[in-house]
């Protein structure tokens, strides 16, 4: 069995920069799957919109829909706050979406 987390970039950017001015990513972990929804073969999405300070860390993080509620939440919580970008474009409320799906 096979377990992906999938980070997407949402289409609808409610930033006011464009693609190309937006902060490259240069190290994003992917979300741990939590044992409960491992064992019990639940899987899931988080929405949320984050922000990067000049020195490429996630300053901010807004969970805006989650399913199941809550139960992955502190997986992409902590996944995110590792994440890093590059340098000297900070941005704000740049939208992303996680699924985590199981696979055989």
Request: aromatic letters at 8%.
């Amino acid at each position: 069995m096979l377990i992906l987390a999938v980070l997407t970039v949402s289409a609808c950017s409610t930033s006011s920069l464009s693609k190309t001015e937006q902060p490259k990513p240069l190290h994003q972990d992917r979300p741990a799957y939590p044992y409960y929804a491992l064992k019990n073969r639940i899987e899931g999405m988080v929405k949320f919109n984050f922000d990067v300070d000049a020195e490429g860390r996630v300053s901010q993080m807004r969970i805006i829909e989650s399913t199941p509620d809550h139960l992955f939440d502190n997986a992409v919580i902590t996944a995110v706050s590792k994440w890093r970008f590059e340098k000297g474009k900070p941005a704000n409320n740049l939208p992303m979406t996680v699924k985590l799906k199981m696979q055989k």
